[in-house]
Structure formats: structure tokens, C-alpha cells
């Protein structure tokens, strides 16, 4: 099904997914991730009340000591070099900290369930590894057709979705992106994942974004709204392009399943990786634009700076209405996931992005959904499907590469990156805080212009993506 959704070129559809669907996609797997850290907390009920009261404090402790190691990294605090350490090694560090905290003192009489593990590469079911698909009978292969539809309407999207944002107009890419590609792969690591009974190595939010930002190289450069003077804004200057880092990871993956490992990872309390779902999921949701949006309405019109885009759309409204469709279309795609039809919510999420296309231009004028809305990724990243909706990218300035972007020229460099031209990066592999300057958002700063700008056609309905934050 992967294979003839690319075959037919299926992704030329992104050109109508906007951050409206996006945000509402990571809003909700952002909540999921919470909901996890939750499940893996009510669990410890089992052992005794004492192993859960505790595994509720380690839980909670990791993630303040991880979000604090993000605010640290993204601060002026230590030098540069301290700062990228605390932010691209500060979570990890917090794991294996709190994995030897639960031996010390007291706490170490506590019996605490930890993270099981199966023998050195080996199933975890009494299985060999291929999966008898020849003893499997015909109408079962039929039974499985409609859930192996919604599985790919899932993967399409999450994928795709995911891809997005981690190539976003806040990301001053230079290499070209290839979703037919990309999903023509995907559809042979899930057959091969069918075949071995493994899961699906499908995309997920929010590591791809966070990948890409731990890629970024950033600066800081000085606000230049004249109501805003001495502020100072981060952006990315640009992003180191590899295939190491990723390649690695998936390597490393596959190292945690050899004898050594597999007894370290054994070790690791559910009370830690709780506290770890919760990181990842207060970061998603700290830089989700939804949460951008509320926090907005709730802040003293007088002191919220005039750069604030939201604060151009005239009628207040508007943007109470947005946000109430946006968690109306959170809340239907949460609450099916918590029934048994919950196979079903890929159609949920499928379904926003015609809403989004053809209903909320009949109740939103198009400056209001320039500003509330845009699309998720630059005109340069979207070429090979067509381009955005409402954008024609037929003439364009420059050649769409970074090298046709000049820097402002009121720049304003931390003293000990002065020379070396760069502030620190949002290089946490994974829990970098930067993720709520960058990535899921809709304010991109002036800073910087596309080289690529788009002509608008007549009625269109969203420009806010040729700029990058």
C-alpha cells in the first residue's frame, strides 16, 4: 500500500497541510506521551504504595532536572561550551542519574519495577524470527485489509506530517526534499518490520523535529520592533545536512539489543522513563502552536510585544474561534483513541486537513488565516510536490540556498561567540528546549527573508511561510 500511495504520487497532497492539522497532530501526541508516563505510574500500584509514591517523585524529579537542563542550555549562564554539554547531554545524564539515585540511601530497600528485557537478540515472544505468514489463511489476510488501510493513512500522515515540520520555514534548508522517495522506503521497512514482527519504523513527532534541531547552528540577533528594543531573538542560521547522525542512531538502536545492553537497560526504573515521557511530552507541548496561541490570549495586551503577529488580526475572536477548533478536532481525535474504535483515529486526523483547506476560509478572512495559519514548510521544501496551496512558485528570487540570505545588520553576538560567529546551537538530540524558539511555530521574526518568494496568486490564502524564523 506504501509502494502504490508513491507509485501514484499521494504526497503531491501535502501541499494542502498547513500547520493547522500539524499542530493538532502534535498536540495530541504530545498529550499521548503524557498519558503514557501516567499509565506507566498507575502500574506501580502493583508492587506496593510505597514503590508507587516514589516512582511518582522520580518521575517528577526527572523531568524538572531534564527541563531545567533545556532552560540552562538556552540561557546565558557558563560558557558556550558548558552550555551545548548541559543542553545536548543534560537528559541522558539525568536517566542514568536517577537509575543509581533509586540505590542510594533509604530508597534502595524500595523494590521498584524496572524496564523488562528479553534474551540477546531474540524476540520477546517464545518466537523464531520470521513471522509464518504461509500458514496464515487466506480470509484472515482479507480480515486484515480494512485495519491495514488505516494503518497506512496513519503512516502517511505521521510521516509526512513529521517530515514537515522538521523541514519548517524555520529551517533555512539547502538540500531538496523527497516525500515519494521517502514513503517508497518506508513501505519496505514496514514489510520488512511485518515480516520480522517488530514495529513499524514509521516517523514519529517529535524526534524528527528535535533532529533537526540539534542540526540547527543559531545566533542571536537583536528585536527590530522599535517597542521591543533590547531584546534579543534566536535564530537559525543554518542546519548541517547529514545522514551520520540519523544512521547512527538507528545503529546505536540496534546496539541496545546485545547481552551487555540489554542488562544496563534492565537497570533503568519505569519511574525514570515515565519521568521521560513526560519531558518529551511538556516540550511538545510548550512549543506547540496551539499552546503559543492560548498563552496569547492570556497575556496583558500591554505587555505583549508589538512583533506579536497575533496581535494584528482585529478581531480578538478570531483567533478564540481558531483555537477552540483546533482542540475541538485534539479532543475528537483523543477521545476515539480511548474507545474501541480506536483504530479509527487516523480518519480523524485525515479529515482536518479538507477542513482546514475548504471550511475555515468561509469563516476566516485570508489576512487572518495568513496570521493564525501557514503552511508548514517553505516553498523551496514543498517543490517537489507542487509547491503550497495558493502559492505559485514559477518566479522566484535567487536560487532558494541559503548563500542568497544576508544576515541583518544589527546582529547582536554573545561575547565569547563573537568570533566565531555562531550562538549556542539548539543541538539537544531529542530534549533541546530551543524546540520551543524554533519549531512549531507560527511568529517567524523578520530577521531573516527567503530567498525563495513566491508570486500570490489572486485570493491566496497563506504567505506567512516564506519567511524563516
Not at 5 to 33: E, W
Not at 225 to 237: F, M, P
Not at 274 to 294: C, D, H, P, R, S
Amino acid at each position: 500500500m506504501h509502494w502504490v500511495l508513491a507509485i501514484t504520487n499521494s504526497c503531491n497532497a501535502l501541499k494542502y497541510v498547513t500547520r493547522f492539522p500539524c499542530d493538532i497532530f502534535g498536540f495530541y501526541v504530545a498529550f499521548i506521551y503524557l498519558q503514557k508516563g501516567i499509565q506507566v505510574l498507575t502500574r506501580q500500584w502493583q508492587s506496593s504504595d510505597t514503590s508507587a509514591y516514589l516512582s511518582i517523585v522520580i518521575s517528577l524529579l526527572v523531568l524538572i532536572v531534564a527541563y531545567i537542563c533545556g532552560i540552562v542550555g538556552n540561557s546565558n549562564l557558563f560558557q558556550r561550551q558548558v552550555r551545548r554539554f548541559i543542553e545536548d547531554y543534560g537528559t541522558p545524564l539525568t536517566v542514568i542519574f536517577f537509575t543509581g539515585f533509586v540505590h542510594i540511601g533509604k530508597v534502595r530497600g524500595v523494590q521498584l519495577s524496572v524496564l523488562p528485557t528479553s534474551r540477546a537478540f531474540f524476540p520477546t515472544v517464545d518466537r523464531g524470527w520470521f513471522i509464518h505468514f504461509w500458514d496464515i489463511d487466506v480470509a484472515d489476510i482479507f480480515i486484515a485489509i480494512p485495519f491495514a488501510v488505516l494503518l497506512t493513512i496513519l503512516f502517511w500522515f505521521d510521516h509526512n506530517v513529521s517530515s514537515l515540520i522538521a523541514q519548517g520555514t524555520e529551517f533555512p534548508l539547502r538540500k531538496p526534499a523527497g516525500f515519494h522517495w521517502d514513503l517508497f522506503l518506508l513501505g519496505l521497512t514496514t514489510g520488512v518490520a511485518g515480516l520480522l514482527g517488530i514495529p513499524f519504523p514509521n516517523g514519529l513527532i517529535p524526534q524528527a523535529p528535535f533532529h533537526t534541531n540539534s542540526l540547527g547552528v543559531t545566533r542571536q540577533v537583536s528585536d527590530s520592533d522599535e517597542n521591543n528594543k533590547g531584546h534579543i531573538q534566536r535564530i537559525v542560521d543554518h542546519v548541517v545536512e547529514q545522514r551520520v547522525s540519523n544512521l547512527t542512531q538507528g545503529l546505536l538502536t540496534l546496539g541496545t539489543m546485545t547481552g551487555p545492553l540489554l542488562i544496563v537497560l534492565h537497570l533503568i526504573p519505569q519511574a525514570v522513563l515515565a519521568g521521560l515521557f513526560f519531558v518529551m511530552g511538556v516540550q511538545a507541548l510548550e512549543g506547540n502552536g496551539i499552546t503559543l496561541k492560548m498563552l496569547f490570549l492570556f497575556k496583558d495586551k500591554e505587555l505583549t510585544p508589538g512583533s506579536e503577529p497575533l496581535k494584528r488580526i482585529h478581531r480578538r475572536r478570531a483567533i478564540w474561534y481558531f483555537v477552540a477548533l483546533e482542540l475541538i478536532g485534539f479532543g475528537a481525535t483523543f477521545a476515539i483513541t480511548q474507545t474501541i474504535a480506536a483504530i479509527g483515529f487516523p480518519i480523524i486526523i485525515l479529515l482536518l486537513v479538507p477542513v482546514r483547506t475548504f471550511l475555515l476560509p468561509k469563516y476566516f478572512s485570508p489576512e487572518e488565516l495568513r496570521i493564525l495559519d501557514a503552511p508548514t514548510a517553505s516553498p523551496f521544501t514543498m517543490e517537489s510536490v507542487g509547491g503550497n496551496f495558493g502559492e505559485d512558485v514559477d518566479e522566484t528570487i535567487g536560487d532558494g540556498r541559503d548563500d542568497d540570505c544576508e544576515a541583518p545588520k544589527d546582529a547582536v553576538q554573545e561575547g565569547d561567540e563573537l568570533e566565531r560567529g555562531e550562538a549556542p546551537g539548539l543541538r539537544a538530540p531529542g530534549m533541546g528546549r530551543g524546540m520551543r524558539r524554533t519549531s512549531f511555530r507560527h511568529e517567524e521574526p523578520d530577521a531573516i527573508e527567503m530567498a525563495r518568494v513566491p508570486r500570490r496568486r489572486s485570493g491566496s490564502r497563506s504567505d506567512h511561510g516564506n519567511r524563516r524564523g
